[in-house]
């Protein structure tokens, strides 16, 4: 049962904490505070595993979604719209492995095919800032340190300058 404190991962917002729960209409909602989108959302508490709400993976967990970063991989569908379907149903998931798996594949793509979308820009974007969160969260370090990690990951696994699409 998450509590005021703890640190938890929404798949549309991203890293958050809670920082209460209030009773609106005699039913039970989590505060949470998203810092990335400077947002307070309220989440009802009855649905707080349905809705892809989760507590923050550990570190060890972390470990071994950063060696799955290194594996091969998913092609991705050449046509922007089904790529987009594909990604969106991974980015929905909240899962921490497959926000970062959408990293390694859009790079996959982008290294191999060349040019990225707008739309895939924008995933990616959401997915790094996710990652990153997570990543500032599990091992308790500042958002620059994190952000590190990422770019040391991309760098180390497809030797290039991590990107930024802005």
Known sequence: MLKGGDSVF??????????SKEYIREKEYLKIFFPYKNLHVFIPSQNE???GLR???SVEQLELVKQDFYENGVPLP???????????????????LEI???LRDLLN???SEGRLSQQDKKIYKYAEE????????????????ALSDVKA?????????APTFR
Request: aromatic share 10%; net charge neutral.
């Open 10 to 19: 929404y798949p549309f917002h991203g890293t958050g904490t809670i920082e």
């Open 49 to 51: 595993n349905q809705n």
């Open 55 to 57: 507590p923050i993976i």
């Open 78 to 96: 050449s046509s922007v719209s089904e790529r987009s379907k594909v990604l969106d149903i991974k980015m929905k998931s909240g899962t921490t």
């Open 100 to 102: 970062c798996q959408i």
């Open 109 to 111: 793509f982008h290294t």
């Open 130 to 145: 996710f990652l990153i969160g997570e990543i500032q969260a599990a091992k308790n370090i500042s958002y620059d340190q």
């Open 153 to 161: 990951l991309v760098e180390n696994r497809f030797k290039i300058d």
